[in-house]
C-alpha cells in the first residue's frame, strides 16, 4: 500500500471531512502515515475562516515544498476551504502542490491523482448541491476511540456578512437521517461513547421523505435512541433558529448533552444588523432564558466577533454587558479579519483600527476567564458523571474527562481506563479544568 499524509486546519467539520479523504483514500490503497517525510501523498486539508488561519497553511506547506525536493515523486495536495477560495491561483502561486481539491470534490481524489502521475498539475472546485459523502464510513482518526464526530449537513445559506464559509462551502444540504444512525451505529459497535453531530447551521436540517420531514430536533432523537450509552452532541447552532422543540428535546432526553454552542457574534443589535445574523440582542436573550428555564445549569458557550466594521464604543460594551448577563462557561473570542467576496468585504469599510480590535478582544478575554472561573467555582462540591477520554496531559496520575456540560474534569485514578463513565465530586478548580475525586 501507498502511504498518505493528511494535515487537518480549522473547525470540527474539516476533521470530519479529513476521515472521508482517509476513507476515499484507503479505497483507492493507501494507508495513512504519522510521518510526513515517509508519504507518497501529502493532503493538507485547509481553512479560510479569517486571514491569520491561511498564513498559517502557507508558511507550513513550504516545509513539504522541501520534502519534495529530496522526493520529487512525492505528490502535495491542498484541500478544503483555502483551495475552494483560491481555486487554480494556488497552483500558479505554489508550484509545488500537484493537486487542488474543495470540499465537494473528494470522491474525485484518486482519479486526480492518477492523472498527475505525469506530472500534469490539477484543480477540481466544482461545488455540489447534493454531495453529503453519505455513503462513505469514515477512517476515524482521533486517537482516543471514545469521542467522534458525524457530519450531518454541509454548506451554508446564511450568508452572514463576514463570513467566507458559503463561498467555500456552497449551498446546505442535509444528510439522509437513515445514514447518520448507521454511522453512529457502527460507532457504538467500535466502542465509541460520544458523538458530535456537526453542521454549520445544525437547526436547520431538514429531511423529506414519503411527505415527512426529519428536523433536527426529531434527528437528535434517533441518534440518542441508538444507545442509552452513547452521548449525543451538536454543533454549531444559529439562534435564529433554535426552537423551543430543539429545547425541550435536550431537556427531555437524558443522553443528549446538556450543552449548547450559540454562536451570538455581538451583543448589539446594530451591530447584529450589519452582520446580516437576522436576530436581535433582545432575541438572543430570550432564546437563553429559555434554555436556562429548561435546562437548568446547562452548558453555554459562544463565539463573540471585537471589531467589526463600523463597531463604537458603546456597541463594543453591549458585547460586554450580554457576556455578563450570560455568563458563559467558555467562548471563542476573535479580531474581526475581512474576508475578500463577502457583504462586508463588498459593501463595508473594515474602519476599527488594529490596537482597537485587539484591546477590545483582550477586554472580552479576560471578562470571559472571569465568567469561567465562576461558572466553575458554582460546580464546587457537585458530583458529575464524567467520560473519561485519557490520561491527564500534565500528571500521569491523572485520568481527564468531561461533564454532560461539556466542562473538562481532572481526578486521580490508577485503575480507571478511557471511555469509562465514572461518578466525580468536584473540589478545587481553575478558570480551564474543574478538579475531582471519585465518589
Ligand atoms: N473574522 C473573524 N471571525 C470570524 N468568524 C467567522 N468569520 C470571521 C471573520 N471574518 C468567527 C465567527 C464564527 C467562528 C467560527 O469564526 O465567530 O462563529
Ligand atoms: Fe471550517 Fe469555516 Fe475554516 Fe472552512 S472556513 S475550515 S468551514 S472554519
Known sequence: MKKLFVETYGCQMNVADSEVVASIMNDAGYELTDNAADADVIFVNTCSIRDNAERRVKNRIQEFKSLKKKNPELKVGILGCMAERLKETLLKDQEFVDIVAGPDA???????????KDGRRMANVVLSLEETYDDIVPVRLDKNGVSGFISIMRGCDNYCAYCVVPFTRGHERSRNPHTIVD??????????????????????????????TVNFARLLKMVAAVSPLLRVRFSTSHPKDISDELIMT?????NICNSIHLPVQSGSTAVLQRMKRSYTREWYLNRI????????????????IAGFCGETEEEHRETVSLMKEVGYDFAFMFMYSERPDTLAARKLVDDVPNEVKNRRLQEIIALQQESSLKSNKRDLGKVFTVLTEGRSKRSATRMSGRTDTNK??????KDIKTGEYVDVRITDCTAATLIGEIV
Not at 106 to 116: C, F, H, I
Not at 250 to 254: G, L, V
Not at 408 to 413: D, P
Open 106 to 116: 473528494y470522491r474525485d481524489l484518486p482519479s486526480m491523482l492518477d492523472k498527475v
Open 183 to 212: 454511522e453512529a451505529r457502527d460507532m457504538v459497535a467500535k466502542g465509541y461513547k460520544e458523538v458530535t453531530l456537526l453542521g454549520q447551521n445544525v437547526n436547520s436540517y431538514s429531511w423529506n421523505e414519503n411527505g415527512e
Open 250 to 254: 435536550i431537556a427531555s432526553t437524558p
Open 289 to 304: 432564558e429559555t434554555i436556562k428555564k429548561h435546562i437548568p445549569g446547562c452548558g453555554l458557550s459562544t463565539d463573540v
Open 408 to 413: 473538562v474534569v481532572v481526578f486521580e485514578s
